[in-house]
């Protein structure tokens, strides 16, 4: 099972990924954790994304992005199995990745815009890395204030806030018509005005 989620930011991507992951022990990556990995790793392209762009706050351009994620994925652990959040963001991404994979599933997350809004506004995320909890101070509130179930403490991550979310937006608004019209009839559709329970039964359904 090769999943590609897509959708704007907010929509339940990354909630959705990290179900699945748990409940099918299918590897769970996000470009975020690419660039950490590789440049931890010591690859030579992975420590000049860090040193030069994500580093310092900067967007990591493209051809390295792409060039991150053709490397990852040649790991054998990712063979038969992954799930891939933040990627393609753009149509030439779309493009390179069918290069690198052919036998995935690009799924579409849709939600309104003020669902997504009310969603990044109030999501709190676990601090520990390698959990991924994420929580709602309205929808999925945590048992302890503040605390994952992991016993971590939970954020907020630091583009959810009004100031960044319309960036966010039009940022995807931009990009994403061209990975729909790229992918075409491949995408699969889920409505994720659901909840996050209701919207991981549909996807198990689409794949058994
Ligand atoms: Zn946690």
Redesign the pocket.
């Known amino acids: 099972m090769k999943i590609v989620p897509l959708g704007p930011p907010g929509v339940g991507k990354g909630t959705l990924a990290k179900k699945i992951s748990e409940n099918f022990q299918i590897p769970h990556i996000s470009t975020g954790d690419i660039f950490r990995r590789l440049a931890e790793e010591g690859d030579p392209i992975g420590a000049k994304a860090r040193d030069e762009y994500w580093g310092h706050g900067n967007l990591v351009p493209d051809e390295i992005t792409n060039e991150l994620v053709r490397i990852t994925l040649a790991k054998p652990e990712y063979r038969e199995n992954f799930i891939l959040d933040g990627f393609p963001r753009t149509r030439d991404q779309a493009e390179a990745l069918d290069t690198f994979v052919g036998d995935y599933i690009p799924l579409l997350l849709t939600a309104s815009d003020q669902t997504i809004r009310t969603r990044i506004l109030n999501r709190l995320t676990?601090s520990?890395k390698d959990?991924e909890?994420i929580y709602n101070s309205v929808t999925k509130v945590p048992k302890y204030a503040r605390k994952?179930?992991?016993g971590?403490e939970l954020i907020r991550r630091k583009d959810d806030n009004k100031k960044a979310l319309p960036i966010r937006m039009a940022e995807y608004q931009k990009n994403s018509p061209g990975v729909l019209a790229y992918y075409g009839g491949r995408v699969l559709e889920i409505d994720a005005e659901q909840s996050s329970e209701k919207i991981y039964q549909e996807v198990i359904n689409l794949f058994s």
Do not use: P
Request: with cysteine; charged share 10%.
């Open positions: 676990c520990n959990c909890g994952c179930d992991c971590s």
